[in-house]
Structure formats: C-alpha cells, structure tokens
C-alpha cells in the first residue's frame, strides 16, 4: 500500500508541476509586450509566435503520422496571397481584414485536399519529393499568375495602428493563433483520430490491418495541418505588409520548420515549441549581426545545426534531456521498481517448496 501511495503522489505531483509550468509559461508569454515594449524586441516575440503556430500545425500531421513534408510554404504562401487577393478584391482595409482569416483558413484547406490526394498516395520517402515538387510548382504560379503581381508582390491591407500598438497587438494576435494550434494539437493527440495516426507513423500496414482508414486519417491531418498555415501565414503578411513569391514560398522556411521540429524533439507537441523558440529569435539575431547579414553564413550555420542534432542528438532535446535526468535520478538503478513476491514477510523470505510428485506423498519411490 505504501508503494501505491508513493506512486499515486508522484503521479499527482508531476501532474501539479505540469500545470504550473503551464500557468508560468502562459504568464510570461501574456506579459512579454507588456516588459518589453521596445518594437524591435516585441518583434522577435511576433515571429517566435508565428513559427510556433507553423511547428505546431506541421506537428499535427507530419509529427503524428511520419510522413515529413517540406511543402509547407505552399500553404504559408497560399495563405498571405490569398489575403491580399481577397482584400484587393473586395476593397477590405482596416481591423476588418482580420475577418478574412476564415476564409484564409478555407483556402488552406482547398489546396490540401488535391495535394494530399496526389502525394498521400505514396510512402514517406516518395511523399518528400512529391512535397517539393509542390512547393516550386506554387513559387513558379506565384511568380507568373497576373493577380499575384509577380516580382512585384502584393501589398497588405491598411491598418489604422499607431506605431507603437503595431507590434504589440500583432503579438497577441499569433500568441492567440500559437495558443489555439497548441490546443488543437493537443486534443488530437488525446483522441482516437490522433491515436490512429500514430499507428500509421509505427507501421502503416499493421494499421490497415487494424481496421485504420489510413488515407482518410492521413489526408484529415493534412488538411487540418494545411488550413493553420495558411491562416497564420495571412498573419505573417499583414504584419510584414508585402509579400513576393521569393518570400512566401522560401524553401529556407521548410526546412528551417524540420529543423525546429526535430531541435526540440521530433513526435512531442512540447518539442516543437521548444525548437520554435530557439531557431527563430537566434535567426533573427543572427541576421541583425554585420558578419552574417547579407550572405549565406547564417544558413551555412542552420545546416550545420541540423547536422549536429541528426548525429548527435537525432530524437532531440526534450527526449535526450528526459533520458539523461531519468539516469540522475536512478543512479544505475532500474527506473521501474521490480516486481515483489506476495504474502507475508516471511513467506516471502522462505526457502522454495519442494516439487510435487506424482503418487503417494508418504513413499520416497512414488512413481514419476
């Protein structure tokens, strides 16, 4: 009984600093424009926010089903020329662009259907080169489309901010879109939909076996994925208030998204935070220091980066940091407590039986 209630307190105890860390954390994000109210600091929490919101709605596909897509920027671009597009169109300025953001999300989602029809179809390895092939056939109609502008690019709505509100209320609009994205992946996670797709990023013909419509739940997470970035990449543009196909489909931007992912720790929600939160503002320093700035030194140390945490650390910092405390905390000893024998003390400390024969129990020659 003892056991079981040290268990059941450990249980409730992890749970309660779980909570806490959340609470913590939530409060330092809310308060961050509040301390910080220097614009070009609230800029690194915009874009931090932002890539956030783009790790976690990657996660929701490709970290549950292991199917890595390096097409996301067609969603992330589709999603800030669709908003120009519509805005233009519709003579849309002001805060009442922000309503376009369904519509945005709808688009999302329209382009993932086709997409994940064509390239769900194959297995992981095949479905990469399908993704990139993707992304440059949008860079290519981004760049020749007559409502994209071309070279030229698009330009974001008005907005009626003051220059000193700009930043900060953009900083909550994709903490909110960061927030809600974490809690979507989170559900799924919980639920039978995310369950199936771990079965398929285990083994995909054992889930079929199982009774999993795989291309149903495949193509779901993508389109789920998909709908997410392209509202947050809407978010981006008006933020930003240009956007050119160089910009919106980057392939920089896909494989800056891997590289986050598997940082903090590919499969974990928690991971890709953590990978947001370190890659995007350290990029962004990078790119404000005269050594790195205009040339190709801050992307030669992104590739080096990955390299290092594909050879060194391939499940990430999350796991890696998990397993190294977890060896502290036991010093050598097995992390789960053995089982023990039943009954009394003594009966558990007592010689083994002697083995029952068959026969007379008085007679030493019974028969074998």
Known sequence: MSEHRRAGSTVNLGLALKLGGLVLLAAIALA????????????????????????????????NSGYISVGQAVFYGSGAYAMGTAAEHWHVTGT??????????????LIAVPFGLIALRVRR????????????IFQLMAYNLPFTHGTSGMNAPFLTWSPTAFNTNFYYIALACAAATIAIAWLIRRMRFGLQLRAIRDDEDRARGLGVKAMRVKLTAFVISGAITAVIGSVWFLYTTQVQPNTGFDPLFDLTIVLMAFLGGYGLISGAVLGALIIEPGTLWLNTQPQFSGGYLSEILLGAIFLVVVLFMPRGIIPTAGEYLTRLRTRGRPAVIPATATGTPAAAGSAPAAPVRSGSSGSSGGTR
């Open 125 to 136: 390895h095949t479905f990469i080169v399908i993704t990139i092939a993707f992304f440059f």
């Open 32 to 63: 961050f424009p509040q301390v910080y109210t220097n614009p070009a600091i609230t800029n690194y929490g915009v874009f931090a926010m932002i890539f956030v919101t783009v790790v976690c709605a990657w996660h929701i596909f490709s970290g």
């Open 96 to 109: 009442t662009t922000f309503a376009l953001l369904p519509f945005v999300g709808a688009v999302g989602a």
